[in-house]
């Protein structure tokens, strides 16, 4: 989509059975007019909102709605509620806590702010409040943003942001905050935020038991797809089977998986716009040719998954659909957990073919060159970021955590506190968070942790739920 230099646009739209995931936009720029008369002041609040140095600290005020509407009074909470939350979560900003400002009112001018000392540094000790206004339009509402000095800040009631944000969805309001926080951590910070992106992983909370080929009994699992933050989650396959080991294709449009729906383990592809449905098997598997664990390659192009085709478990590489495949490893030890090079050009896997039993970790070329053993270690999961580390789950036993190996250093960082069995992260696309199965607090559940091992948060809740996959920035 194109863009332009007038306004924000947001298309909200549902999809099938997944109605409140709305679909990425376009984003058009407001010239706020207030810019064009602002002292030379206004500057120095960009350069804060900006810096690197300092972290700015935000109010995030309640939001203006029509007089006397009590629906879009609950829906300008929620979206500045958010907001707030999308803020907090990228931690690019000290935020100032939501029930110290609750009656401060919603300011709706930037002068509102001005005349209000409280904003500042005698009340909640902001440097800039956020403040919006919700305007309400059949099925759709649009948000005006303003970032403004607070009072008693080297900016005071200068405006260092201002956007509009139109054709935002009633049926998904947090797609509208998503993209908002995105949009400002983008142009006042230079982050790609990971607001708009979601989770795939498995749950067994409305699975029931299924029988394998050996005749044992186990729980099924489906796959589920949620905002990055937990939100709208939704069942994405409905087969009653195992379903496990989901991956976002780059264009985030796409799931691979691995399932059990014909008794024997396969990868499947769906599109999300079909919800599940209209399923793919580019490894073409049968009762004696086994395929799991596949991933995608930056470009979409192909993918790499597990197969025992050549008599044991080998990295494989095919095409997207399955074509011109071909045995990447081939080795007699077991070969598993393929994670691709950010550039494309090599892979990361797992195997014990230096143990006999311990899988450790391994780097080949795509064109199966110069395999190098990366660390000694037990390793499992590995999942390659493109800040320049692999993730992966450390330990043996139980009382697994994530750590991460430097690429460059090649030193290895317990990243989990040990709270728990701690195993297969995602690291998000910006690098900054890596998702995980924890189970530190009873049940397996998928929890977030930022890279430097803090601020754990939990993000399911119900039933058991593992394998997470983050899906890419598009």
Request: hydrophobic share 35%.
């Amino acid at each position: 989509m194109h863009r332009l230099q007038v306004r924000t646009a947001l298309m909200g739209a549902a999809v099938a059975a997944l109605a409140t995931i709305a679909v990425p936009v376009a984003t058009r720029e407001v010239v706020a007019t207030a810019q064009q008369t602002a002292p030379p002041q206004q500057a120095e609040l960009s350069v804060t909102l900006s810096s690197t140095t300092k972290r700015t600290v935000l109010a995030v005020a309640d939001f203006v709605v029509p007089s006397g509407d009590a629906e879009a009074a609950a829906l300008s909470k929620l979206l500045s509620d958010v907001l707030w939350a999308d803020f907090d979560f990228e931690r690019e900003y000290s935020l100032v806590p939501r029930a110290k400002t609750a009656s401060f009112g919603a300011p709706a001018r930037p002068e509102d702010v001005a005349q209000q000392p409280d904003w500042g540094s005698s009340g909640a000790g902001a440097d800039a409040v956020v403040i919006g206004t919700v305007t309400r339009s059949g099925k759709e509402f649009s948000v005006k943003i303003d970032i403004v000095g607070a009072p008693g800040s080297p900016a005071a009631g200068q405006i260092g942001f201002s956007s509009l944000y139109e054709h935002c969805s009633l049926a998904n309001p947090r797609f509208c905050s998503h993209s908002i926080a995105d949009d400002i951590h983008k142009k006042k910070r230079g982050l790609d935020g990971v607001a708009r992106t979601r989770l795939a992983f498995s749950s067994d909370r409305d699975s029931a038991r299924m029988g394998t080929r050996t005749g044992v009994l186990v729980s099924g699992k489906e796959i589920y797809v949620s905002d990055y933050d937990g939100a709208n989650q939704q069942r994405f396959t409905f087969n009653n089977s195992l379903n496990i080991h989901s991956r976002w294709s780059p264009n985030g449009n796409q799931i691979v998986f691995t399932s059990y729906q014909t008794s024997f383990p396969d990868i499947y592809v769906a599109d999300l716009a079909q919800a599940g449905r209209g399923l793919r098997r580019p490894g073409n598997g049968n009762d004696r040719v086994q395929n799991n664990q596949a991933a995608w390659s930056p470009d979409g192009s192909k993918i790499a998954y597990v197969s025992n085709r050549s008599g044991n478990y080998d990295i494989w590489i095919a095409n997207a659909d399955g074509g011109d495949a071909r045995n990447l490893t081939n080795h007699p030890a077991a070969d598993q957990n393929p994670t691709w090079s950010p550039n494309g050009q090599q892979i990361a896997f797992t195997s014990d073919r230096a143990t006999g039993s311990t899988p450790q970790l391994y780097l080949i070329g795509i064109s199966g060159q110069a395999i190098e053993r990366l660390i000694d270690q037990r390793v499992d999961r590995p999942t390659w970021s493109t800040l320049g580390f692999i993730a992966f789950t450390s330990g043996a036993n139980f009382g697994h955590d994530i750590s991460l190996l430097d690429l460059v250093s090649r030193q290895v960082t317990v990243l989990t506190d040990g709270k728990g069995d701690n195993g297969s992260p995602a690291v998000s696309p910006s690098g900054r968070h890596i998702a995980f199965t924890t189970t530190r607090w009873g049940k397996e559940q998928i929890a977030i942790v930022d890279r430097r091992g803090s601020d754990v948060r939990q993000i399911t809740n119900t039933g058991n739920n593992t394998y997470p996959s983050w899906q890419p920035i598009r």
